[in-house]
Each structure stands twice: as structure tokens, then as C-alpha cells.
């Protein structure tokens, strides 16, 4: 037995392999379950007491010097990769963690979606606007409170210069370079002087809604209204509209959507109302038309404008505003899913 080990040690110091492919037949013919040196460890039962200290050594030996020798010829191959200006391109590479997409992008670009469908087109207008834009073209009278210093930010050496506080300036700008028929939405983050909390913030986003064309009639704005609810929050959604004023819109109103957290029945969420506002709206004051050079007695419009952070809450019950501006990762990143 001691013969045959010393003479299969010899035959294992000698081994060559040309590929990666006989380094692995060379494992097997040796180190597997049926290899040669298993079936001499299966002999060692037979092996006299006497002998076995001995022989036991020399096994372990030769299986110990055929691993080492194997393992040499395998990593021959794999080195040969790896001989790249020392760079190893075998190497499993690091898991690259994936970002999410913001809540208020993914919300936003659902949106932009739904109004898509129904033939709407992108439009987009700067943030830092003019007086003209966000207020003296929206039909806002000299004196009206929200020009007050309370509410928008002003660029101090240029009192005509803000930081718009609506969307509503995009109409303007889209306006001025288009006739009827216009079909456009506008998402884009305002401004305004507000102290922030849970419940208010200094900036949010918006997306307005334009629609101009000739015999435009407050039903279709409520049925477009009504669609977009229900893509939105499902099927079941149920809207309703309440008077309100706007400078631009007449007749104005207000938009409650059924409250999608308690199907209505009152939550504290909709104060136990069952309903919850999601936006503004209303037919396009004349005014706004002829001070933007259409046409009033051939056109008539209807305009919305809607909170991005408001939906978001609706839909993922976020209860601080501030989370949206936080870049806590947390948060964030409980919004893979949704992507
Ligand atoms: N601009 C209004 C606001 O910021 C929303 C609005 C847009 C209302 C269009 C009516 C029509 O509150």
C-alpha cells in the first residue's frame, strides 16, 4: 500500500493540465467520490494496526499535495484573464444600488399620463417670472391680496421680478405664442411666503390645465375632471364641484374628490366630511382671453390647476410636507415599487 501511494504521489507532483476543462478531469479521476485517491482511503480499513499511523500519514499526503497541485493548475487558467493591466474582470462585480424615482415625480409623470391620453401637450415656463406673467395677464387687479408681500417672493432690486406663485403664468406664456386650439398641461414647482410646517411649505409643484377652443363648455371640463379622477384614484371615485373665485376663471370652482382613504364614509383624513379638495378650476375669464390676444367672442376655454403634493399624499397618506424635501433615504426609498 505504501508502494502505491508513493508511486500515485509521483504520478500528482507531475500532473499537467492544458485547459480549465482537464484541471477539473484531473480533480475528478483523483478527488471526487469515485477518484483514485478515495478509493484508497476506503482501503485504509484494511490496512493492519500496525501500519496504519504510517499509511494514514501518507494518505492524507497525497490528497493533501493532489489538492494543492489541482488547485495550482485551475488558477493557472483563471489568471491568465486576469493578466489585464492587473485589473481582475473575473471578479463578481459590487451590487450598483439602484435610485427611486420621488414620490412627486412619479405622481407628476402620472398625471402628465392621463392628461396625455386625452390629447394634452407638455408646456413648460420659467420659475422666475414677471408680474405680467403670474398676475397682470391672469386678470388680477393692482390691489389684489395675493400680489402681497405675504404671499410672493419678491427679487429685491427688481420689484417686477418674482418667484411665480402658479402655474397659472405658463397659460400666459402659451397664450402669447399660440391661437386656439390649445390643449396643454403645465407641471412646474411655485413659490410662496409661507412659514413651513407639516402642512405648508415655501414651494410645492403644480400642474395647471388649458383648454381653448370654440364652443368649449363647463360640461367638458367637468367630465374631463371626472375621468381624471377615476384614472387616478379608481374607479369608484366620485367628484363634486363647489363655487369659488379665482381672478382668471369665471365661473370658478373648487374640486372635492370622494376620500379615497375611507371610500367616503368620514375619516379623519377628510375631517369626516368624505370629501377631500384636489384642486381649481373654471371657465377662462374673457378677460384673461382678450388681454392675451385671443379672440373672446370666437373662443372660450377652461383652466385647472392642481397641488402634485396634495395627490401624493392622497394616494401614498403622506402626512408631513416636509418628507418631500428632506432627501431622507428612508422615505425615498419606500417608492421603489412604484417606479
Ligand atoms: N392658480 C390657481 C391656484 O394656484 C389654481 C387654478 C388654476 C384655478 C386654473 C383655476 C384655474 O390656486
Not at 41 to 59: E, H, L
Not at 97 to 107: A, E, S
Not at 132 to 144: E, G, Q, R, T, Y
Amino acid at each position: 500500500m505504501l508502494d502505491k501511494i508513493k508511486h500515485m504521489l509521483a504520478e500528482v507532483e507531475a500532473l499537467q493540465a492544458a485547459t480549465a476543462e482537464e484541471a477539473e478531469a484531473l480533480r475528478v479521476k483523483y478527488l471526487s467520490k469515485k477518484g483514485d485517491i478515495t478509493a484508497l482511503m476506503n482501503d485504509f480499513r484494511s490496512v493492519p494496526a500496525d501500519m496504519k499511523k504510517q499509511v494514514g500519514i501518507a494518505i492524507n499526503e497525497l490528497k493533501n499535495r493532489a489538492t494543492e497541485r489541482i488547485n495550482e493548475l485551475k488558477a493557472s487558467f483563471a489568471t491568465t484573464d486576469t493578466d489585464t493591466d492587473g485589473i481582475d474582470i473575473t471578479r463578481t462585480a459590487y451590487p450598483i444600488p439602484l435610485g427611486t424615482r420621488h414620490p412627486l415625480t412619479i405622481v407628476r409623470n402620472e398625471i402628465i399620463d392621463i392628461f396625455s391620453r386625452l390629447g394634452f401637450s407638455l408646456a413648460e415656463g420659467p420659475e422666475v417670472e414677471d408680474d405680467w406673467h403670474v398676475f397682470s395677464s391672469m386678470n388680477f387687479a393692482d390691489d389684489h391680496p395675493a400680489r402681497d408681500m405675504q404671499d410672493t417672493f419678491f427679487v429685491e432690486s427688481h420689484p417686477d421680478i418674482i418667484l411665480r406663485t402658479h402655474t397659472s403664468s405658463v397659460q400666459a406664456r402659451v397664450m402669447e405664442h399660440q391661437q386656439p386650439p390649445i390643449r396643454v398641461i403645465c407641471p412646474g414647482r411655485v413659490y410662496r411666503n409661507e412659514a413651513i410646517s407639516a402642512r405648508a411649505h415655501c414651494f410645492f409643484h403644480q400642474v395647471e390645465g388649458l383648454y381653448i377652443d370654440r364652443d368649449v363648455s363647463f360640461t367638458d371640463l367637468k367630465q374631463v375632471l371626472l375621468l381624471f379622477a377615476k384614472e387616478m384614484f379608481g374607479e369608484d371615485t366620485r367628484i363634486r364641484l363647489r363655487p369659488s373665485y379665482f381672478p382668471f376663471t369665471e365661473p370658478s370652482a373648487e374640486m372635492d374628490i370622494s376620500c379615497n382613504i375611507c371610500g367616503g364614509k368620514g375619516c379623519g383624513f377628510c375631517k369626516h366630511t368624505g370629501w377631500v379638495e384636489i384642486l381649481g378650476c373654471g371657465m377662462v375669464d374673457p378677460n384673461v382671453l382678450a388681454l392675451n390676444g385671443i379672440d373672446p367672442t370666437q373662443y372660450k376655454g377652461y383652466a385647472f390647476g392642481m397641488g402634485v403634493e396634495r395627490i401624493t399624499n392622497l394616494k401614498y397618506q403622506v402626512k408631513d410636507l416636509r418628507m418631500f424635501s428632506e432627501n431622507d433615504l428612508r422615505f425615498l426609498q419606500e417608492f421603489t415599487a412604484a417606479n
